[in-house]
């Protein structure tokens, strides 16, 4: 057998029947990696650099001689871990890729051939999927916005959505933020922007992928609690016909209480004193007493109008905002409304 080294596109084609193994360092894979790949350190972080070091200050020559000090002892181990991850996929077709296809994916895919394992390698390393994912967001797709005030169920919506086989995009859970002050209550650690960029990039590919007539997703501010919508995709949104559901203030209250009521007190009232300065001195320090006496109705009741005004001022910054709005009045919130959504014309 010998090793394969393949462009991005067969790369990920290859990625969705086969393991994908990043070879790179613990701190390089946390920061961020092609979504699904395994964490399959060649070197760990102390040794990367004392290898990276004695490459730049010393010569090639050294850094291979200490990577090799590093490799001998690890073989069998490595060996036996990507038997493991074999035998869990079902493949002995392994993908293998470094920072920029070098060394280290050669020496862990010669290594792996050797055992007798399918190996391909990724040309151009993690840095060819860096690009490649920055050019999704380049791309025209056929996006419908579901707007509507804080409240107003739209999570509910697309899973209602995905429900009836329409293709939906979920902002919010590859970005584990629900979007407000509150939005991270509940939630796993966000992760980096880099990272969010590679799950929303893969997303993307994922759903083109059955050519959909239409991609639904909600209307959001660009940043999403840490992580930032790459923008040439966001400026796409921003141009794009919102379905806005008009449900009433007190339903979407009642919602809202519903779904916060039983999280922790002390994490709703410093969620609420981040935004006091927006908020306005006097509704923070009367919502955080409300929270503090379990009046939770009451506090939801004046964050929930910040919300509002929020929302409508993001409404009417948009370019040409008259022709991109279409009202659609919904006595409830409830998944019924993807019906709603679905027999409602946008022209």
Same mark, same amino acid.
């Given at each position: 057998?010998?090793?394969?080294?393949?462009?991005?596109?067969?790369?990920?084609?290859?990625?969705?029947?086969?393991?994908?193994?990043?070879?790179?360092?613990?701190?390089?894979?946390?920061?961020?990696?092609?979504?699904?790949?395994?964490?399959?350190?060649?070197?760990?972080?102390?040794?990367?650099?004392?290898?990276?070091?004695?490459?730049?200050?010393?010569? !090639?020559?050294? =850094? #291979?001689?200490?990577? %090799? /000090?590093?490799? $001998?002892? +690890?073989?069998?181990? *490595?060996?036996?871990?990507?038997?493991?991850?074999?035998?869990?996929?079902?493949?002995?077709?392994?993908?293998?890729?470094?920072?920029?296809?070098?060394? !280290?994916?050669? =020496? #862990?895919?010669?290594? %792996? /051939?050797?055992? $007798?394992? +399918?190996?391909?390698? *990724?040309?151009?390393?993690?840095?060819?999927?860096?690009?490649?994912?920055?050019?999704?967001?380049?791309?025209?797709?056929?996006?419908?916005?579901?707007?509507?005030?804080?409240?107003?169920?739209?999570?509910?919506?697309?899973?209602?959505?995905?429900?009836?086989?329409?293709?939906?995009?979920?902002?919010?859970?590859?970005?584990?933020?629900?979007?407000?002050?509150?939005?991270?209550?509940?939630?796993?650690?966000?992760?980096?922007?880099?990272?969010?960029?590679?799950?929303?990039?893969?997303?993307?590919?994922?759903?083109?992928?059955?050519?959909?007539?239409?991609?639904?997703?909600?209307?959001?501010?660009?940043?999403?609690?840490?992580?930032?919508?790459?923008?040439?995709?966001?400026?796409?949104?921003?141009?794009?016909?919102?379905?806005?559901?008009?449900?009433?203030?007190?339903?979407?209250?009642?919602?809202?209480?519903?779904?916060?009521?039983?999280?922790?007190?002390?994490?709703?009232?410093?969620?609420?004193?981040?935004?006091?300065?927006?908020?306005?001195?006097?509704?923070?320090?009367?919502?955080?007493?409300?929270?503090?006496?379990?009046?939770?109705?009451?506090?939801?009741?004046?964050?929930?109008?910040?919300?509002?005004?929020?929302?409508?001022?993001?409404?009417?910054?948009?370019?040409?905002?008259?022709?991109?709005?279409?009202?659609?009045?919904?006595?409830?919130?409830?998944?019924?409304?993807?019906?709603?959504?679905?027999?409602?014309?946008?022209?």
């Amino acid at each position: 057998m010998a090793v394969r080294p393949i462009d991005i596109e067969k790369f990920i084609g290859l990625s969705e029947q086969h393991p994908v193994l990043d070879v790179r360092s613990p701190g390089e894979y946390h920061h961020a990696h092609i979504p699904g790949a395994h964490s399959f350190p060649l070197f760990d972080d102390a040794e990367r650099k004392e290898v990276g070091t004695a490459y730049k200050q010393i010569s !090639r020559e050294k =850094a #291979i001689k200490i990577g %090799l /000090d590093y490799f $001998g002892p +690890k073989m069998r181990p *490595l060996v036996e871990q990507a038997e493991a991850i074999a035998e869990k996929s079902g493949s002995r077709t392994l993908l293998v890729h470094c920072w920029r296809g070098g060394m !280290r994916s050669g =020496a #862990i895919a010669w290594l %792996l /051939d050797l055992y $007798g394992f +399918k190996v391909h390698t *990724l040309i151009g390393g993690y840095k060819s999927f860096r690009r490649w994912t920055l050019e999704q967001f380049e791309k025209e797709y056929p996006l419908e916005l579901i707007g509507g005030y804080t409240g107003s169920g739209k999570t509910d919506l697309l899973n209602a959505l995905v429900k009836k086989e329409e293709a939906v995009l979920d902002l919010e859970g590859l970005a584990h933020h629900k979007g407000s002050a509150f939005g991270n209550i509940g939630q796993p650690e966000q992760p980096t922007q880099e990272h969010f960029e590679n799950k929303l990039a893969l997303a993307l590919r994922n759903i083109q992928k059955a050519g959909p007539n239409r991609i639904w997703v909600e209307d959001e501010s660009q940043r999403i609690g840490r992580v930032n919508i790459p923008g040439t995709f966001w400026q796409l949104m921003r141009r794009t016909v919102v379905r806005f559901l008009d449900i009433p203030f007190e339903k979407r209250l009642s919602y809202i209480v519903e779904g916060y009521g039983s999280l922790d007190a002390q994490r709703l009232s410093d969620a609420t004193d981040r935004i006091r300065k927006k908020l306005g001195d006097k509704n923070a320090t009367e919502a955080i007493e409300f929270i503090a006496n379990g009046q939770i109705t009451e506090a939801f009741d004046i964050l929930l109008r910040y919300y509002d005004k929020l929302y409508k001022k993001s409404l009417q910054n948009r370019e040409q905002a008259d022709e991109l709005i279409r009202l659609i009045e919904a006595a409830e919130v409830g998944e019924e409304n993807a019906t709603l959504l679905l027999n409602t014309r946008t022209s």
